[in-house]
């Protein structure tokens, strides 16, 4: 049986709502590196979502992956054939569709990596030079040389902390708790549909958006939201339905 090895962190189906043919315009951030590449080579990384050791194969998280954006899939295109407001049963894999791409990108990975480093700089900062050994000890259970603690010490207390990969098992266990706390949120909100006559959308890793509201903001359980925001195609998005906008044509809440 193969094994994909590409894993895509934006879906196929939705890059091409953004795509012309089978090809999409790029720009890769920071910078300013403007190409065009296929739909199936954006929005990917070679074994992102690699869970070695797995009784269903080192791509199965991957698959699983497939499978909710399958089901997404038939409402975006539900959307698109002009069907709104969503079936109780179409908005609520909407919601956990937008749940999901909120924290299973490479900018969430990048942050889980960035918190770790900055509480590693801490503890090692606290405990001092003479405790880095048993600082590796206690949280990487190995045992290193007096050069190779200098070297640790020297990363930690840089201003970044030391490098810190993080594996993609902990971000799939992170990801799965993320988007069930972020799911009955996003999905208790009242939405609506609106439609960009003078100007497309560009979509990015992370397409679900946040706004500020300057004349509300939602509280919920967990503290204070900004409001929420998810392309559907180049021309539509769903959001918030309070949100005032310009230039766009409501299609009703829900």
């Given at each position: 049986m193969s094994v994909a090895?590409?894993?895509?962190?934006?879906?196929?189906?939705?890059?091409?709502?953004f795509a012309e043919g089978d090809q999409v315009a790029t720009i890769r951030l920071p910078g300013e590196h403007r190409f065009t590449?296929?739909?199936?080579?954006?929005?990917?990384?070679?074994?992102?979502?690699?869970?070695?050791?797995?009784?269903?194969?080192?791509?199965?998280?991957e698959k699983v992956?497939?499978?909710?954006?399958?089901d997404a899939s038939s409402v975006f295109a539900s959307i698109?054939?002009?069907?709104?407001?969503?079936?109780?049963?179409h908005r609520l894999t909407l919601a956990g569709f937008i749940a999901l791409q909120a924290v299973r990108g490479p900018d969430q990975r990048r942050n889980m990596a960035h918190v770790a480093a900055q509480v590693a700089r801490l503890e090692i900062g606290y405990g001092g030079r003479e405790k880095?050994?048993?600082?590796?000890?206690?949280?990487?259970?190995?045992?290193?040389?007096?050069?190779?603690?200098?070297v640790v010490w020297?990363?930690?207390?840089?201003?970044?902390?030391?490098?810190?990969r993080m594996a993609p098992i902990a971000h799939i266990q992170q990801m799965v708790k993320a988007a069930d706390a972020l799911l009955p949120y996003i999905a208790g909100r009242p939405w609506s549909l609106v439609r960009f006559d003078k100007r497309s959308l560009i979509t990015c890793d992370t397409?679900?958006?946040?706004?500020?509201?300057?004349?509300r903001r939602a509280v919920g359980r967990r503290g204070i939201h900004d409001r929420v925001g998810h392309h559907v195609?180049?021309?539509?998005?769903?959001r918030d339905s309070d949100e005032r906008s310009h230039g766009v044509r409501g299609q009703g809440s829900c």
């Open positions: 090895k590409r894993h895509h962190t934006l879906p196929q189906f939705y890059l091409r709502n590449q296929s739909v199936r080579r954006a929005g990917s990384e070679t074994n992102f979502y690699k869970v070695d050791g797995h009784e269903d194969g080192p791509d199965a998280f992956l497939s499978t909710i954006e399958g698109l054939r002009g069907t709104w407001p969503l079936s109780p049963e880095v050994k048993d600082w590796v000890q206690r949280k990487r259970g190995a045992t290193i040389s007096d050069e190779q603690a200098e020297e990363q930690a207390t840089q201003p970044d902390g030391p490098p810190i397409p679900r958006g946040t706004r500020s509201s300057s004349r195609s180049a021309h539509s998005q769903v």
